[in-house]
């Protein structure tokens, strides 16, 4: 089967840097997504990793490590405005649709 | 602002009541896609269509009863719900199936309560 583990919670405060891992297993890996959902609001797309490596978007960077199964999210300079939920996420097995983490709750505190 | 839109924004129904959820997309893609939000539970797949024929059902309930009459519209017909079957219904598309470099864009959700 597929499944994805991340920490349930993180917290941390203005300006600093917090890292989120996400560890999978899936048969058949494309890529691994991360979104952010802010409380009552839509997932939003944040980045994509097929190959390993960081990929950096801004504030936000994404690893990927494809022989450790294993990634994360980097989120720096934090601000209030992060406060939010992160999935990471994989194809389903089809290879049609995401399957997403459980999600990981950032609370930024002043 | 998002280019899918979902209505309603919130529902209460009652355990024998009909109802539907419709999902609109103005991103002018090809697959569209159901899920189920429940607290302290992973984004759950319902539905996958793609060019308006569904592509995949993951063992979801016949109570939920998907429709889509065209690659911009999505409905999910809901009749004889459970309590349990309260949660955030989201709908998402994206340009194609099967590559995670196109980003699924999700509406705001149906927050659905069942009395």
């Known amino acids: 089967g597929q499944s994805l583990e991340q920490p349930s919670e993180v917290t941390a405060v203005e300006g600093a840097i917090v890292q989120i891992n996400c560890t999978y297993q899936?048969?058949?890996?494309?890529?691994l997504s991360w979104y952010q959902q802010h409380d009552g609001g839509a997932p939003t797309f944040l980045s994509y990793?097929?190959?390993?490596g960081l990929e950096e978007t801004g504030r936000f960077s994404s690893f990927l490590s494809r022989s450790d199964s294993y990634g994360y999210l980097l989120l720096q300079e934090l601000q209030m405005k992060d406060s939010a939920s992160y999935f990471c996420?994989?194809?389903?097995?089809?290879?049609?649709?995401?399957?997403f983490g459980k999600g990981t709750t950032l609370s930024v505190s002043s | 602002e998002t280019g899918v839109t979902q209505t309603p924004r919130h529902l209460v129904m009652g355990m024998t009541n009909k109802k539907s959820l419709k999902c609109e997309q103005h991103?002018?893609?090809?697959?569209m896609y159901w899920y189920k939000q429940s607290a302290k539970k992973p984004l759950e797949l319902m539905f996958v269509?793609?060019?308006?024929?569904?592509?995949e059902n993951n063992s979801v309930p016949s109570r939920f009863s998907p429709e889509c009459p065209n690659s911009s519209h999505l409905f999910l017909h809901l009749h004889t719900l459970q309590p349990e079957d309260s949660a955030l219904y989201l709908c998402?598309?994206?340009?194609?199936?099967?590559?995670?470099?196109?980003?699924?864009?999700f509406g705001d959700g149906t927050r659905l309560s069942i009395l």
């Open positions: 899936t048969s058949g890996f494309y890529g």
């Open positions: 991103l002018g893609h090809n697959a």
């Open positions: 998402a598309s994206s340009q194609d199936l099967g590559d995670g470099n196109q980003p699924q864009h």
């Open positions: 996420a994989v194809l389903n097995q089809a290879g049609t649709a995401l399957i």
């Open positions: 990793n097929a190959l390993d």
């Open positions: 269509y793609n060019f308006k024929e569904q592509t």
